[in-house]
């Protein structure tokens, strides 16, 4: 796919905001931190102000970057699920409630395979690269299949 010039300076810095905002998510439930939740809630209030704008200048481009004027919609949703972890990180801290050693880890697996698959879907987005597609496509329902098994093995030990 041809992209035009404009159309990747538009579209990186979401995929940069809302990588960021995942990244400040995961250090503050790694090391409970107010300042790096609210700094990640802020990307979020970000993320959604750009959708718009993204969207409508996207509509406004050649025909090639037609596949892609959706695309900020879809930031702006991997943006309200991040939102959603923030807000379950905040209420953890404020009743005090810690992750177990076997908790952190596969938290922080789910948190690494998830940053890592915004940075390939950020990349697919912008190159079009077929290779990379298959792979986000295979390492996504990788990533539903563990945190499904994670969440079984929890419910588990909670009945």
């Keep these: 796919?041809?992209?035009?010039?404009?159309?990747?300076?538009?579209?990186?810095?979401?995929?940069?905001?809302?990588?960021?905002?995942?990244?400040?998510?995961?250090a503050g439930v790694r090391a409970p931190s107010a300042a790096a939740l609210d700094t990640a809630a802020a990307l979020g209030r970000d993320i959604h102000k750009a959708e718009k704008d993204l969207t409508e200048r996207l509509v406004t481009e050649p025909a090639e970057t037609a596949s892609l004027r959706l695309v900020p919609a879809h930031v702006e949703r991997i943006g309200d699920s991040i939102e959603g972890l923030i807000r379950c990180s905040q209420k953890m801290a404020g009743e005090g409630?810690?992750?177990?050693?076997?908790?952190?880890?596969?938290?922080?697996?789910?948190?690494?395979?998830?940053?890592?698959?915004?940075?390939?879907?950020?990349?697919?987005?912008?190159?079009?690269?077929?290779?990379?597609?298959?792979?986000?496509?295979?390492?996504?329902?990788?990533?539903?299949?563990l945190a499904t098994e994670y969440a079984r093995v929890h419910e588990d030990r909670l009945v």
């Design 1 to 26: 796919m041809s992209m035009s010039p404009l159309a990747h300076t538009l579209l990186a810095p979401i995929f940069r905001d809302a990588r960021d905002m995942l990244l400040l998510t995961w």
């Design 97 to 145: 409630t810690v992750f177990t050693s076997r908790g952190t880890r596969e938290v922080n697996m789910l948190f690494e395979r998830a940053v890592e698959m915004l940075e390939c879907a950020g990349d697919l987005t912008l190159t079009g690269n077929r290779v990379l597609a298959r792979h986000v496509e295979i390492e996504s329902l990788r990533f539903e299949d």
